[in-house]
């Protein structure tokens, strides 16, 4: 066994993808066939099932892509090591990105580490909270965004948000700040397809939320056109929502609902130098930007809650 044979794997298992995963290893088609058969024939087992245009791991193959994962990032992260002793910062650094998190978080701090550590190649990976989740727990990246606290996971808080509802401005409940949670039971909804990211606890305990769906998108924009159409009502993340709102009004919950978001990895006393640095960027960019005290644009400023642990906030109640 080799590490070019476990890359192949990763690659096509990854992209479900013979050429793509040959292109993204840098070999040829008929090399990264031979990787895979020569690792299987090694090991006696079939790695993956092929049928219909599919690539799929098989059991066995789930098991194996998991440590193939480890001794990788293992790899990386004694050649990072090594490069630290000779005063070089240098490597490559996976990134699990979640979908739903504001652009203003991700391309602020993303930007700082590279201009930071402009030899460090930087791979992103883009994925539900959940997904990013399981990348951090199964190697697949090396430090990922995180919107809670997650057992096997160790992070750091970078900032908070709180939710808005948002309505059209000819709404009964315009004339009101705030809204109790009450209030909202018979309103129909309009969800975005990644609430459960920020405020999946919540949907599960106010059980007529959900009851009342009546839409549900994956775009904010779309989601703030439906709901100045009259639509329906939504509940969305402040940092997710544009600094006009033209036609729309948006109202405190009460109580409010606040959630924490950080950056995470599977232990942070084996992290790779490059994901420890990470971190740190994100600390410092969120520190310089207010984001510990912010809750967003259109709302008063908490007191200020230290960038160092979990577990993230849920519903005041």
């Avoid at 044979?5 to 992209?15: G, K, P, S, V």
């Avoid at 709302?299 to 577990?311: I, L, V």
Wanted: hydrophobic fraction near 45%.
């Amino acid at each position: 066994m080799n590490l070019t044979q476990f890359e192949t794997l990763i690659a096509i298992a990854d992209t479900g993808s013979f050429t793509e995963a040959a292109e993204r290893v840098g070999v040829t088609r008929s090399a990264a066939s031979h990787a895979l058969a020569n690792l299987e024939a090694e090991l006696g087992v079939a790695l993956l099932e092929r049928e219909r245009g599919s690539v799929t791991p098989t059991a066995i193959g789930n098991c194996v892509l998991h440590h193939a994962r480890e001794i990788l990032a293992n790899v990386e992260s004694i050649q990072q090591h090594a490069a630290d002793a000779r005063g070089l910062q240098s490597g490559k650094l996976r990134i699990g990105v979640v979908s739903s998190l504001s652009a203003k978080v991700l391309s602020g701090i993303l930007r700082k580490f590279r201009q930071e550590y402009p030899h460090i190649e930087i791979v992103t990976f883009e994925g539900a909270g959940h997904e990013v989740e399981d990348w951090i727990l199964s190697s697949t990246v090396d430090v990922g965004f995180t919107l809670r606290a997650t057992e096997g996971i160790e992070g750091t808080v970078i900032g908070q948000d709180e939710a808005r509802v948002l309505i059209p401005n000819n709404h009964p409940l315009r004339k009101h700040r705030s809204v109790t949670w009450a209030a909202l039971a018979d309103e129909p909804f309009i969800l975005p397809k990644l609430a459960c990211d920020f405020i999946g606890a919540t949907w599960q305990d106010t059980k007529d939320l959900a009851r009342h769906k009546r839409y549900e998108a994956s775009d904010v924009q779309t989601i703030i056109a439906m709901v100045r159409e009259g639509l329906g009502i939504s509940i969305l993340p402040e940092m997710l929502l544009p600094s006009q709102l033209e036609g729309l009004s948006l109202l405190s919950l009460e109580p409010p609902l606040r959630f924490m978001f950080g950056v995470g990895v599977r232990s942070m006393r084996h992290a790779s130098p490059a994901a420890k640095l990470f971190i740190q960027s994100a600390e410092s960019w969120a520190n310089a930007n207010g984001f510990e005290r912010e809750v967003g644009e259109h709302g008063a400023a908490p007191e200020a809650m230290p960038a160092r642990a979990y577990p993230y906030a849920v519903p005041e109640r």
